[in-house]
């Protein structure tokens, strides 16, 4: 990413409480100077929790839309960095969970750990299963088999928690089995 030129300061306090509230509060140029001021320091300690993993830059980013939503006021730019590390490294061990879950749940279908992708005839064969399915639900399907996004990541996506994305995407491929076993015993 190549380096953009900082954001002028917003008008007003250029204090961390004055910068953190107007966060807060939404302002567009307040966030943008937050950003340009921590975002290396967020995506490195992201990238320690997460190693050389492609979800770094993700992670990043969820990292700075908890920015956008939950940002507290806060007196002091150490306790800006201590909100940002924590915030961090939680949405890193988010990830790493997702990760697990994410092998877990395809091991129990078994498709294997190894296995990037159901081979090609599956998928085609699921996808027609689908065919008569909402958009949304094939959607949520192609998101998390096709390109392996992890469920927070086709929750925002799709304007869903990743709790109801999971449970959409279990009754999906229930439904799924069951309907290729039918197929095999006709």
Same mark, same amino acid.
């Given at each position: +990413? ?19 509230? &107007?966060?807060? %509060? ?5 966030? !943008? ?14 990238? !320690? %929790?997460? #190693? ?18 939950? +940002? ?12 940002? !590390?924590? @915030? ?6 988010? !990830?790493?969970?997702? =990760?697990?879950?994410? =092998?877990?749940? &395809?091991?129990?279908? #078994?498709?294997?750990? @190894? ?22 639900? =094939? ?15 086709? #929750?925002?996506?799709? #304007? ?11 009754? %999906?491929?229930?439904? +799924?089995?069951? %309907? +290729? ?6």
């Amino acid at each position: +990413m190549p380096d953009q030129p900082a954001p002028q300061a917003p008008e007003g306090p250029a204090d961390a409480r004055g910068l953190s509230a &107007r966060v807060a %509060s939404g302002d567009e140029l307040a966030f !943008t100077l937050l950003y340009h001021r921590w975002h290396a320091h967020v995506r490195r300690t992201v990238r !320690t %929790s997460l #190693g050389d993993d492609p979800s770094v830059d993700d992670t990043t980013q969820e990292v700075f839309m908890k920015v956008i939503r939950k +940002m507290p006021v806060l007196d002091t730019d150490a306790a800006i960095g201590a909100w940002l !590390t924590t @915030t961090a490294r939680r949405c890193a061990v988010d !990830t790493l969970r997702a =990760r697990k879950r994410h =092998r877990r749940d &395809r091991e129990h279908e #078994g498709l294997g750990e @190894t296995s990037e992708h159901p081979a090609p005839t599956e998928f085609d064969h699921a996808l027609r299963l689908l065919e008569e399915s909402e958009d949304e639900l =094939r959607g949520l399907i192609e998101s998390r088999v096709r390109f392996g996004w992890t469920l927070e990541r086709i #929750g925002r996506a799709f #304007g869903l928690t990743p709790s109801a994305v999971d449970g959409r995407l279990k009754r %999906s491929f229930r439904k +799924m089995r069951e %309907s +290729m076993n039918e197929g095999e015993r006709a």
